[in-house]
């Protein structure tokens, strides 16, 4: 049975959660760890994940039911290598699942897969969606029926590498004190498998309007994007990276601009930390990885929850990681 801040499965390894309200259950859709012998380093070669799982829930206290496979790499025509933090979407009577992963000249992609069921199996498209670029993609499906897609991660993910609107193998981030590079965000065609506009990048500035710093590490965006919507205003939340936080910044249109507001949740157990935000029957839920059931493995990792609360003024309650 699951439980609050336990893994919700053990049987794999599994990180980077979106979680989803799909025909009444909640649906989970994480990466899936896998264990091997390769190189450890900045750039991600330990996260060499091949396939996905869908896992469900009926309700916050039923077993996690995981649905198999339900797209592997091997079946992405496009795809060379490591199908990190995917997300999903329902729109059309289909669920789009939407992955990185490696094009076949190492370049990170982000591509699109279709079903009639939330849980799988996908069908991979032949391309990835041209014009894409980066990792971690998060589909915000607004009321009116606009899709928006929020990517983008630095090192690994190589989002600093696409300043130019090329990619630049030998591009590094901006100085300390200029402003950090933001997530991309860019609005899905209707049929869900192409960008309607041209991505662009989400500006993330503190209270006074100035721009976040490259070199404010606990405040800078580093990946994971996730958008939800609360009391009208839309939440663009993220990891931080290098320091190890979930954050998040509000604003009043799903492009931003955003205001800076504060930390979800503190550092977990791994290198990495990756969430997202659901409400599920009545209740507010962050899911999020660590790394406890591998005894601290970065690349070994289990998808948590706990419930998420806010205060009068819209403001979330930091969660303390134990
Ligand atoms: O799982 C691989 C990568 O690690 C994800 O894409 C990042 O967000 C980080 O969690």
């Known amino acids: 049975m699951a439980a609050p801040n336990e893994p919700i499965v053990t049987h794999i390894y599994t990180a980077d959660p979106s979680a989803h309200v799909f025909e009444g259950k909640l649906y989970i859709y994480p990466s899936h760890d896998i264990d091997h012998d390769g190189p450890t380093n900045d750039n991600g070669d330990q996260y060499a994940m091949e396939d996905y799982h869908v896992l469900s829930m009926d309700n916050m206290e039923s077993h996690c039911v995981d649905h198999g496979a339900a797209l592997h790499i091997k079946d992405v ?33 982000i591509g699109v897969a279709s079903s009639a069921s ?108 996730w958008m939800h919507k609360f009391g009208g205003k839309y939440y663009l939340s993220y990891s931080t990276g290098t320091t190890h936080k979930l954050v998040y910044a509000i604003g009043d249109h799903p492009e931003g601009p955003f205001v800076f507001k504060g ?45 998420l609360a806010y205060n009068e003024d819209g403001t979330i309650q930091t969660i303390e990681y134990k």
């Open 118 to 225: 939330p849980s799988g199996p996908f069908q991979a498209q032949e391309n990835y969606i041209p014009g894409s670029f980066s990792i971690d993609p998060a589909v915000f499906v607004e009321e009116d029926g606009q899709a928006y897609m929020y990517f983008g991660g630095l090192w690994g993910g190589q989002l600093e590498k696409w300043q130019t609107g090329e990619f630049n193998p030998e591009a590094v981030g901006p100085d300390a004190g200029a402003p950090a590079l933001g997530p991309q965000v860019a609005q899905l065609s209707d049929d869900m498998l192409t960008f309607k506009s041209e991505p662009k990048e989400i500006s993330i500035v503190d209270e006074e309007g100035n721009p976040i710093a490259a070199g404010d590490e606990d405040r800078r965006y580093f990946e994971g994007p």
């Open 263 to 307: 930390t979800i949740l503190t550092p977990v157990l791994g290198w990495t930390t990756h969430h997202s935000i659901v409400e599920f029957q009545g209740k507010w839920y962050l899911f999020y990885h660590d790394a406890s059931l591998s005894g601290g493995v970065d690349h070994k990792r289990s998808v948590k929850f706990t419930e």
């Open 77 to 109: 025509p496009w795809a060379s290598k490591q199908m990190w933090a995917p997300d999903a979407a329902f729109k059309n009577d289909t669920y789009y699942l939407f992955f990185p992963a490696r094009d076949k000249d190492g370049i990170f992609r």
